[in-house]
């Protein structure tokens, strides 16, 4: 009888709770999925070797690079930046500033710092991270100089902002980009104490055992730039590069990509997989290359894709897809 006076009291109840506008029959309510979000992480540091919050948790910037600014310099806008983050999902993004060939740098600084200007500005103003990069493989110490003053003046108070020395050094030595770095350094941090300085290795930013033995001292928040195209660079180069993680050196991935070195060639897609697994476990954090539309497997677009974002999955070639895939499963 208690049973059955439970159960009456029970219907009663259901029944008098609901209205015309919530029916009995309505579905049953569950719990919603967590939302993902896109996330700036304020001040970076670096806390024993690991990119960190001011508070020292660890955390994970993922992204892209955008091609060189003088030869693909129409995705160089705020649009584009915007919907990288909003569609792709990057917290991340690097500009590539050419520095040696007809029409970069060196024969247009204007043109050049107005492409980086416009990238860093859309950066700064969507909560991104944006890497600006002396994209060269030869030492122009006097004019990086003064071109990292400039940006440092312009955006040191802005922690959005992380300076890249030099891309890829490809013959000079250690001892070589050491001393370059540590010039350019100090003019940084007259500037700017505290944002991040990215660092080149031999070798196109691959010798960073090298580094390990002889790094930049007495100076903080510097990490050493490691770059892999997965069809050419195997287990060799990450178990050199997981020797120096684990030795303590602060490594950074400011380029990186699933096919062979010359940027072209098929991709492989187990090396890249690989490669990705090592830097999510490591919280390591990585750009790949490129937001361009040349002829070549490395370049993300079509040349039918908007100068402004908003690209459609036709316009995107496969290395691209495999990208936006990454960011958005590992967000």
């Known amino acids: ?50 990119l960190t919050t001011s508070d020292g948790e660890a955390v994970m910037l993922r992204g892209v690079s955008l091609g060189w600014h003088n030869w693909w310099p129409r995705f160089y806008n705020s649009s584009a930046v915007k919907f990288l983050k909003s569609d792709w999902n990057a917290n991340l993004v690097r500009a590539a500033m050419g520095i040696d060939p007809a029409g970069a740098y060196l024969d247009n600084p204007t043109l050049a710092k107005e492409k980086i200007k416009a990238v860093v500005d859309a950066a700064i103003a969507e909560d991104m991270y944006v890497i ?107 178990e050199r590069a997981e020797k120096v993680f684990k030795d303590g050196l602060p490594i950074f991935v400011s380029e990186c990509a699933g096919m062979e070195a010359t940027g072209d060639g098929p991709i492989d897609a187990a090396s890249w997989n690989a490669w990705l697994s090592w830097m999510e476990s490591r919280k390591i954090s990585w750009a790949a290359w490129s937001i361009a539309d040349k002829d070549e497997t490395c370049s993300m677009l079509l040349p039918a894709a908007s100068s402004d974002g908003a690209w459609t999955d036709s316009q995107v ?15």
């Not at 209205?19 to 996330?39: R, Y």
């Not at 070639?317 to 967000?331: F, H, Q, R, S, T």
Request: charged share 25%; hydrophobic share 35%; aromatic share 12%.
């Open 1 to 50: 009888m208690k049973k059955l006076i439970f159960f009456a009291c029970l219907l009663f109840c259901s029944c008098s709770e609901a209205s015309d506008s919530d029916p009995i029959t309505s579905p049953p309510m569950t719990s919603p999925e967590p939302t993902k979000e896109v996330k700036f992480f304020g001040q970076l540091q670096v806390t024993n070797g690991k």
């Open 132 to 238: 600006i990069d002396w994209h060269s493989h030869e030492l122009y110490p006097e004019e990086a100089k003064a071109f990292f003053i400039e940006m440092a003046k312009t955006y040191g108070d802005h922690p959005h902002v992380i300076y890249e020395l030099f891309n890829e050094p490809d013959y000079e030595t250690w001892e070589e980009v050491k001393a370059y770095s540590e010039e350019i350094i100090k003019e940084i941090r007259k500037y700017d104490p505290d944002n991040l300085i990215l660092v080149g290795s031999p070798t196109w930013s691959q010798d960073i055992h090298v580094v390990a033995q002889n790094p930049i001292l007495n100076q903080k928040n510097i990490m050493y730039v490691l770059h892999f195209y997965a069809a050419t660079h195997k287990d060799y180069l990450r």
């Open 317 to 331: 070639k496969p290395w691209g897809k495999l990208v936006k895939k990454a960011l958005e499963e590992n967000l």
